[in-house]
């Protein structure tokens, strides 16, 4: 053995060996930790700027550290899916974003993360979407997922079509999962809202649109909860989603909603919407698989309107 | 200041110029602004030449300026701004710190005058007949494009993949893994040949390759013959050292006539800081005797009404054709790409074939890696020049990027709004590929990616939505090609414009806001 490629070894060996360690952590994420001491299923707020109705969200909810403890690790999913500025309200609003990040440090997180597999090329989403500046801007990482090297194969014991998917090694890693969808119409499953948006945290894509678009969704929903959804509805596209022409595609309803149940929070968005949860096939679906309450009637929720 | 310093200064220019063009190339960050990419090639000869053939005058008067500089200089060009010949002169300079070759190895060389003018006469003809492919194979910056886009990028990217990785293991995110795009191996090819050929001409015989190739330092031979400034021999104290000779790259200086053969010199200066009694100078012609100008004089006219008559021709006679391909492989519905898609501001496919002279710099620069070398998509007279492919990526919707970079003006630099309705191809819908027709399931990541909702999902069957194209608002962009999951065919493709059109806009519909007053649950 040459003396370079020795080192080469020992290094790839020691990265290796550092990474197995980190690996470690992933039964306890699996755990799904039921929050029995949230106050209600579901808070949705109306009338009010995107920050600041979160603020009372979290506050109906006891606070961000129901969710966050002192030095976790913390990933922040928005939806960056597209190359298009703020007010077209394709992607989340970078101004929640920052908001949720400046509430994870506050209850003392020791890293957020935020990231989002695009659809459109990743570097133009994350400037142009405002998204990277606002995570940056309260102390976050902004990381990439546009390489499936950041990717790693998971099974979905649960799932009926989808059994098998590859995961972003943030979601595997990190303490607390933080879901943060933006409410719009989708041309095939209806509407995207929590459980569409976890689409952006697996590397194929295609796989599940070959597949029965509308159960892999659910399938994937069985696989990992996220601790926290919060559920961007102040700008709503009504039409042309997911990726809109222009800001006549948007209805200005200013909601938020926030819920650990991801079936609860996307039958609310439905209603907020206009349809009824049935009519998002996957949410029916995901009900079935036990994933979550559509039955919204069966929830204690808690209405403010600001 | 002292000639010997020219040689100096000759290194320090080009080493830095080389570097920032191989830059251009290299980047995979897309941060180096338009402007840069302007000002540094603004002066290649070939890139220059054809895009004031196409229409950009103003602005791309480089090689005009070439041609007044080699006139006045003689050939600096080669020495000080052509990216291929300074990458020879690195090889010859590495080659003599490895292989301890030699520093004074040179000798004389026959001018080689009918391989010269052979391959000078072909790139003319390659330019007036609009068969830009003969040019793309002998430009030298689109030769050194190619290498450095095709052959030292990937290892760049590698090289910041490995990088990232350990990074990453390190919880640092500020770089991040650039995907690299499969090769097209008939274009790396061409590159490797070529960089053979140089490495070996360089090493052994200095620049042999710009004197019998390379169509360009012919051409400008043409003029240094005559120009202003010239190395001189002074025969009065020249000793016949030869050393001069030796050092001489070009071989072109000839010390049993004690003369230096102009159209060959490629002004390297490095005679001049050898001679032990600096009998060779760098000086006006006119500081020689009269007898000799006066009859060089005359051809010097007759050259230049050449050149003139030779720039009518090439306005008037230029002449393009097309040729229909077939992208897709055969079986159950294979798609079939009848016209392939060239990049939005090329304006039709006959004017980007023959202006285009595949140095990949718009292949580099292309952030969604749609740009890819062709091999057989245009047929052979687009062999090597960038297509649309949407297997790679899709034409980002608010991107221009090719038009920035592109420096022979065979992609025009269109404004974003322009871009965003020039319908370099139309979406076709194969039914029968779609995966809600065959398995009966939702799907739409055709219609989800769609920037202008050319395709949409309309009711079908069962409760289920199918897309429907609106060709007169798509753009053919091809984001729905790269979304389509069916495998091994996709189920929906682009239909290349030969020449492109403008797309309608999109309608905007306001919508009357209907927001309860209540919850709604």
């Known amino acids: 053995m040459k003396r370079r490629d020795f080192i080469i070894k020992s ?108 659809c459109d090329k990743w570097s133009a989403c994350y400037k142009n979407s405002g998204i990277e500046k606002a995570a940056k801007d309260a102390g976050a990482k902004v990381v990439p997922g546009h390489s499936e090297s950041y990717y790693q194969r998971v099974d979905i014991p649960k799932g009926k079509n989808l059994k098998q998917a590859k995961v972003h090694e943030l979601i595997l890693n990190s303490d607390v999962f933080i879901n943060v969808p933006v409410l719009k119409n989708h041309g095939s499953a209806r509407i995207t809202v929590a459980m569409k948006n976890l689409m952006g945290i697996v590397w194929d894509r ?101 | 200041m002292k000639l010997a310093a020219l040689k100096k200064v000759r290194v320090v220019f080009s080493i830095l110029y080389f570097l920032s063009i191989f830059t251009l190339f290299i980047d995979f960050t897309q941060l180096i602004p338009e402007k840069i990419y302007d000002s540094l090639l603004f002066f290649q000869f070939i890139p220059s030449l054809l895009s004031f053939i196409n229409g950009f005058a103003i602005a791309a008067t480089g090689f005009l300026l070439i041609l007044v500089l080699t006139i006045i200089f003689g050939r600096v060009y080669c020495s000080f701004i052509c990216p291929l010949g300074i990458l020879q002169d690195i090889f010859s300079y590495l080659s003599k710190k490895i ?85 097209q191996w008939s274009v790396i090819f061409v590159s490797v040949f070529f960089l053979l050929l140089i490495l070996s001409f360089s090493v052994f015989k200095g620049r042999l390759y710009c004197n019998t190739i390379c169509p360009v330092g012919t051409f400008l031979g043409l003029f240094s013959k005559f120009s202003w400034f010239k190395i001189k021999i002074d025969k009065n104290t020249c000793t016949s050292c030869r050393l001069c000779e030796r050092v001489c790259k070009a071989g072109c200086i000839n010390i049993a006539s004690q003369e230096v053969e102009y159209d060959r010199c490629v002004n390297c200066f490095n005679c001049l800081t050898v001679c ?112 649309l492919d949407n297997h790679t ?67 079908y069957q069962d409760n289920l939505v199918i897309p429907e194209v609106t060709d007169n608002i798509c753009i053919g962009c091809g984001a729905c090609e790269y979304a389509c999951p069916t495998t091994p065919y996709k189920a929906i493709y682009v239909e290349g414009n030969a020449i492109h059109q403008i797309a309608q806009k999109p309608e905007e519909e306001q919508q009357k806001k209907v927001v309860e007053d209540d919850f709604p649950f």
Not at chain 2, 132 to 154: C, E
């Open chain 1, 11 to 118: 290094i790839n060996a020691g990265i290796f060996t550092g990474a197995a360690l980190s690996f470690g952590g992933y039964g306890k994420i699996f755990a799904n930790t039921v929050h029995s001491s949230l106050p209600y299923d579901l808070v949705a707020v109306r009338d009010g700027e995107p920050d600041m109705m979160l603020d009372k969200a979290l506050k109906a909810m006891g606070g961000i550290q129901n969710f966050v403890k002192k030095g976790q690790t913390v990933v922040v999913k928005p939806n960056i899916g597209w190359d298009v500025s703020p007010e077209r309200a394709a992607d989340t609003n970078p101004l929640l974003i920052n908001r949720i990040i400046t509430h994870c440090f506050t209850a003392g997180a020791k890293e957020v993360y935020v990231f989002d597999n695009t």
């Open chain 1, 206 to 306: 295609r796989y599940w649109h070959r597949n029965n678009l509308n159960q892999c969704i659910a399938d994937f929903a069985t696989y990992r909860k996220p601790d926290l959804n919060i559920i961007d509805a102040y700008n709503v596209m009504t039409k042309n989603g997911p990726r809109g022409i222009s800001t006549a595609d948007l209805i200005k309803m200013k909601y938020l909603i926030v819920s650990d149940d991801m079936v609860a929070a996307d039958a609310a968005a439905a209603k907020v919407f206009g349809i009824e949860p049935e009519e998002a096939k996957y949410i029916p679906m995901a009900n079935q698989l036990g994933v979550g309450q559509m039955d919204l009637t069966k929830l204690n929720i808690n209405r403010i309107r600001v």
């Open chain 2, 99 to 183: 292989q301890r070759l030699k520093r004074y190895r040179y000798v004389y060389i026959k001018p080689f005058r009918w391989i010269r003018y052979s391959f000078l006469g072909i790139g003319i003809l390659g330019i007036l007949t609009g068969i830009t492919v003969i040019v793309s194979f002998l430009d030298p910056y689109s030769i050194f494009g190619r290498i450095s886009s095709g052959l030292i990028r990937p290892l760049f990217v590698k090289g910041n993949n490995i990088l990232t990785a350990i990074f990453q293991k390190f919880d640092i995110y500020t770089f991040y893994i650039v995907d690299l795009k499969p090769l």
């Open chain 2, 276 to 387: 032990p009694v600096n009998s060779v100078q760098y000086i006006p012609a006119t500081k020689t005797k009269n007898v000799r100008e006066t009859k060089k004089n005359k051809s010097k006219q007759n050259n230049r009404r050449q050149f003139f008559a030779l720039l009518a021709l090439i306005f008037t006679a230029r002449k393009t054709r097309s040729q229909t391909i077939e992208v897709s492989n055969t079986a159950t519905f294979p798609a079939k790409r009848k016209v392939a898609v060239s990049p939005p501001g090329s304006v039709s496919i006959d004017d980007f074939n023959s202006a285009c002279t595949a140095c990949h710099l718009c292949v580099s620069a292309c952030p969604t890696h749609v740009l890819q070398p062709a091999y057989t998509d245009y047929g052979f007279i687009g062999f090597m020049q960038p297509v």
């Open chain 2, 393 to 459: 990526g899709f034409c980002n919707f608010d991107c221009i990027k090719c038009g920035e970079v592109c420096p022979t003006g065979a992609i025009d630099l269109l404004e974003l709004d322009k871009k965003r309705q020039t319908q370099i191809g139309i979406a076709q819908f194969v039914k029968q590929n779609c995966i809600v027709e065959t398995e009966g399931t939702d799907c739409g990541a055709c219609a989800e990616h769609c920037p202008t909702k050319a395709v949409r999902m309309v009711p």
